[in-house]
């Protein structure tokens, strides 16, 4: 590994929601630093005023605390936001201008507009011809003075060596006319000032890329290494949008995916470590390194996703499923009676069915709420007045039971089914869609130990009235 310390960044424009391709980055960002025991720095791209807003900062600040990423340097520490650092940049514009690597150009947008479509005519990239370059101005847009010949190879640790001829390139402008910098400056005296090893950022940024390091020579600082990470794609193989549905770490969290989850399917996409699909957060940061990073695009797969979210949820244990399935339960307009150790148990006996907490508190919503109907198939079938007689009978020995637990509800029901010469599936049955409307549940006589005996006499006597309705 390089002699430097290892000082990574994740550089996020705040022009919208964290988008899973840059959580990914974030992700790979932070795990190169904490393997190296390195520094992770939180910087906020907010040069473009018109599309950065302080509510995206607080929503892609939150997506990464929420994700587990935590940065050694940035905000609310000042000095993080581009907005906070234009003198910095000015003096490095200053430097550029003093050692004769920049120049400043009076051209007018008329001017380079002809020469732009002038060069659109002939069908080439529109380069700057260079006119100001020897006019000695004292004023104006502000241009690196770039190399004519040869080339800038930029040696990426995910890519390799990629070549971009100076010919392709031109006089990039650094500072507008009105004194304000532009993107690519602000990333450089960013990288530099902040004492950045490694740019590690999605491979979009490429093409910048043979800009900034011909900034970086002009300023005589040492260039950093560069690893551009490949784009995430939707299952048509174009760029992941919200067209796909989640596009955002914000909508995967709000789709009831938990950040376990979230971070081993990011880690896994593009990165890989044998077959193994499950890792600790703890494995990552020993095991990830840059360099195993595919430099193909990773296609996201939502069903693996929900794979991987289910294997968490099913290890988990019930206190903080809880803790994680409250605002779900909120959300779906249901409030919790059940005390803590109810509620744990609950999660436990729901975790193996669903493959997100939305999922979770649907399939568990019986215990937050009496059903509000009951399957009409099925009651159709268990309600009746036999079925009304039944629910009394087991309401009757419920009441008298001593120890409310599964394996003694479980005892009265053996009991009760010889004593009426039925199979213990009708009464379990019958039970199940009168306590949760429904003929499907997790273990029935969990679910009745858990509800308590209270909760369950009063479902077991609104469903006894319900079943005589039932002719
Ligand atoms: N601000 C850029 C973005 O959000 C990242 C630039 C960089 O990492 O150099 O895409």
């Not at 000032?193 to 040492?222: F, W």
Request: a neutral charge.
């Amino acid at each position: 590994m390089p002699d430097i310390p290892v000082r990574v960044r994740f550089a996020p424009s705040p022009t919208g929601h964290l988008h899973v391709g840059g959580g990914r980055t974030a992700l790979f960002n932070w795990l190169f630093a904490r393997h190296h025991g390195g520094t992770f720095i939180l910087r906020i791209e907010d040069t473009d005023k018109s599309r950065s807003t302080d509510e995206n900062i607080d929503v892609i600040v939150d997506a990464l605390s929420w994700l587990g990423l935590d940065w050694d340097e940035g905000p609310p520490t000042p000095g993080y936001r581009q907005t906070e650092r234009f003198e910095i940049y000015r003096a490095h514009a200053e430097r550029l201008v003093r050692a004769g690597r920049a120049y400043y150009c009076d051209c007018s947008p008329e001017t380079l507009d002809a020469e732009r479509k002038a060069a659109e005519a002939r069908k080439e990239t529109f380069r700057y011809s260079g006119r100001c370059r020897d006019r000695g101005l004292e004023a104006g847009a502000l241009r690196l003075r770039i190399p004519q010949d040869g080339a800038t190879v930029v040696d990426d640790l995910i890519n390799g060596p990629v070549t971009f001829e100076h010919r392709q390139l031109d006089d990039w402008i650094l500072v507008r006319t009105d004194g304000t910098p532009t993107y690519n400056f602000c990333v450089v005296v960013d990288d530099v000032t902040m004492r950045i090893s490694h740019v590690i950022r999605g491979t979009d940024h490429l093409s910048n890329t043979p800009k900034q390091i011909l900034c970086y020579e002009a300023l005589d600082y040492a260039v950093p290494a560069f690893a551009h990470v490949s784009l995430i794609l939707g299952q048509d193989k174009k760029r992941l949008s919200k067209r796909h549905g989640a596009a955002s770490v914000q909508a995967f969290r709000e789709a009831g995916i938990i950040p376990e989850a979230l971070v081993n399917y990011l880690a896994r996409l593009g990165w890989s470590h044998g077959d193994q699909e499950t890792f600790t957060r703890d494995e990552l940061v020993r095991l990830f390194d840059v360099k195993d990073v595919a430099s193909s695009a990773a296609v996201f797969d939502i069903a693996k996703l929900e794979w991987l979210n289910q294997e968490y949820l099913k290890a988990m244990d019930g206190a903080r499923l809880a803790e994680l399935a409250r605002p779900f339960i909120a959300r779906a307009g249901l409030g919790v009676t059940l005390d803590d150790r109810r509620l744990a148990a609950a999660m436990e006996t729901l975790r193996e069915r669903a493959k997100t907490l939305v999922e979770l508190v649907e399939v568990g919503r019986f215990y937050f709420e009496r059903p509000p109907d009951y399957d009409p198939k099925a009651a159709a079938k268990f309600f009746g007045a036999a079925g009304a007689q039944r629910l009394a009978r087991l309401a009757e020995r419920l009441r008298a039971l001593d120890d409310f637990t599964a394996p003694a509800i479980e005892a009265v029901y053996r009991d009760l089914t010889t004593a009426l010469g039925l199979k213990l599936v009708d009464l379990a049955q019958l039970t199940r869609l009168a306590v949760t409307g429904r003929t499907a549940s997790p273990p029935l006589f969990e679910v009745l130990a858990i509800l308590g005996r209270d909760e369950t006499l009063a479902r077991l006597e609104a469903a006894r009235a319900a079943a005589e309705r039932v002719a």
